[in-house]
Protein backbone atom coordinates (compact mmCIF):
# COMPACT_ATOMS: atom_id res chain seq x y z
CA UNK A 1 0.00 0.00 0.00
CA UNK A 2 2.82 2.16 0.34
CA UNK A 3 4.36 3.84 -3.30
CA UNK A 4 7.10 6.32 -3.64
CA UNK A 5 6.80 8.92 -6.36
CA UNK A 6 9.77 10.63 -7.43
CA UNK A 7 10.49 13.38 -9.30
CA UNK A 8 13.04 16.13 -10.67
CA UNK A 9 15.83 13.54 -12.97
CA UNK A 10 16.54 15.48 -16.14
CA UNK A 11 19.81 16.02 -18.18
CA UNK A 12 21.91 19.14 -16.58
CA UNK A 13 25.83 20.47 -17.78
CA UNK A 14 28.44 19.54 -15.36
CA UNK A 15 28.20 22.31 -12.97
CA UNK A 16 24.55 22.78 -12.30
CA UNK A 17 22.10 21.47 -9.96
CA UNK A 18 18.88 19.33 -9.63
CA UNK A 19 16.81 18.73 -7.15
CA UNK A 20 15.45 15.22 -6.72
CA UNK A 21 11.95 14.80 -4.57
CA UNK A 22 10.31 11.62 -3.52
CA UNK A 23 7.14 11.50 -1.82
CA UNK A 24 5.58 8.47 0.23
CA UNK A 25 1.83 7.52 0.53
CA UNK A 26 -0.18 5.31 1.25
CA UNK A 27 -0.35 3.30 4.26
CA UNK A 28 2.47 4.33 6.68
CA UNK A 29 2.77 4.45 10.43
CA UNK A 30 5.89 6.24 10.84
CA UNK A 31 9.00 6.53 8.65
CA UNK A 32 12.09 4.90 9.86
CA UNK A 33 14.57 6.56 7.46
CA UNK A 34 14.58 7.66 3.84
CA UNK A 35 17.24 8.31 1.07
CA UNK A 36 19.13 7.80 -2.40
CA UNK A 37 21.04 5.22 -3.95
CA UNK A 38 21.95 5.41 -7.69
CA UNK A 39 23.02 2.57 -9.87
CA UNK A 40 24.80 3.26 -13.52
CA UNK A 41 24.67 -0.19 -15.91
CA UNK A 42 26.86 -2.35 -14.93
CA UNK A 43 28.03 -1.56 -11.61
CA UNK A 44 26.35 -2.14 -8.36
CA UNK A 45 23.44 -0.27 -6.60
CA UNK A 46 25.41 2.28 -4.07
CA UNK A 47 23.96 4.39 -1.03
CA UNK A 48 24.14 8.25 -2.20
CA UNK A 49 22.50 9.51 1.46
CA UNK A 50 20.51 8.77 3.92
CA UNK A 51 18.50 10.38 6.53
CA UNK A 52 17.08 9.00 9.59
CA UNK A 53 13.58 9.77 11.52
CA UNK A 54 15.91 11.44 14.12
CA UNK A 55 17.96 13.34 11.50
CA UNK A 56 20.95 11.59 11.51
CA UNK A 57 22.48 12.27 8.09
CA UNK A 58 25.07 9.55 5.74
CA UNK A 59 26.29 10.65 2.67
CA UNK A 60 28.90 8.78 -0.11
CA UNK A 61 31.99 10.29 0.34
CA UNK A 62 32.04 10.58 -3.62
CA UNK A 63 29.09 13.61 -2.94
CA UNK A 64 29.87 14.84 0.40
CA UNK A 65 30.07 18.77 -0.14
CA UNK A 66 27.76 18.39 -3.07
CA UNK A 67 24.51 17.15 -2.34
CA UNK A 68 22.37 17.70 0.43
CA UNK A 69 19.40 15.27 1.91
CA UNK A 70 16.55 16.63 3.63
CA UNK A 71 13.08 15.79 4.60
CA UNK A 72 9.39 17.10 5.16
CA UNK A 73 7.96 15.14 7.61
CA UNK A 74 4.97 16.34 7.56
CA UNK A 75 4.44 15.91 3.20
CA UNK A 76 6.39 12.09 4.03
CA UNK A 77 9.11 13.85 1.47
CA UNK A 78 12.80 13.02 1.28
CA UNK A 79 14.56 15.69 -1.02
CA UNK A 80 18.08 15.14 -2.37
CA UNK A 81 19.77 18.63 -3.89
CA UNK A 82 22.65 18.10 -6.03
CA UNK A 83 25.02 21.03 -7.13
CA UNK A 84 28.29 21.13 -9.46
CA UNK A 85 27.04 17.70 -10.95
CA UNK A 86 30.07 15.99 -12.52
CA UNK A 87 29.79 13.36 -15.40
CA UNK A 88 30.03 10.55 -13.15
CA UNK A 89 26.73 11.59 -11.10
CA UNK A 90 25.18 10.20 -14.31
CA UNK A 91 23.03 7.36 -12.93
CA UNK A 92 19.44 6.07 -12.04
CA UNK A 93 18.89 7.39 -8.66
CA UNK A 94 16.37 5.53 -6.24
CA UNK A 95 14.65 6.51 -3.60
CA UNK A 96 14.22 4.60 -0.63
CA UNK A 97 12.22 4.11 2.26
CA UNK A 98 12.32 2.22 5.86
CA UNK A 99 8.46 2.44 6.65
CA UNK A 100 6.87 0.94 9.34
CA UNK A 101 2.98 0.09 8.39
CA UNK A 102 2.61 -0.64 12.10
CA UNK A 103 4.31 -0.83 15.18
CA UNK A 104 5.63 -4.47 14.51
CA UNK A 105 5.65 -4.37 10.61
CA UNK A 106 8.24 -2.99 8.49
CA UNK A 107 9.41 -3.09 4.95
CA UNK A 108 11.87 -1.43 2.72
CA UNK A 109 10.51 0.16 -0.39
CA UNK A 110 12.16 1.73 -3.45
CA UNK A 111 10.87 4.15 -5.80
CA UNK A 112 10.80 3.64 -10.00
CA UNK A 113 13.98 5.22 -10.06
CA UNK A 114 14.70 8.63 -12.06
CA UNK A 115 17.33 9.45 -14.99
CA UNK A 116 19.99 12.27 -13.94
CA UNK A 117 22.32 12.52 -16.80
CA UNK A 118 25.10 14.97 -16.52
CA UNK A 119 26.91 16.25 -19.80
CA UNK A 120 30.07 16.92 -19.70
Known amino acids: QVQLVESGGGLVQAGGSLRLSCAAS????????MGWYRQVAGKQRELVAT???????NYADSVKGRFTISRDNAKNTVYLQMNSLKAEDTAVYYC??????????????WGQGTQVTVSS
Open 51 to 57: ITSGGSL
Open 26 to 33: GSIFSINA
Open 96 to 109: NADIKSSWYLSYDY
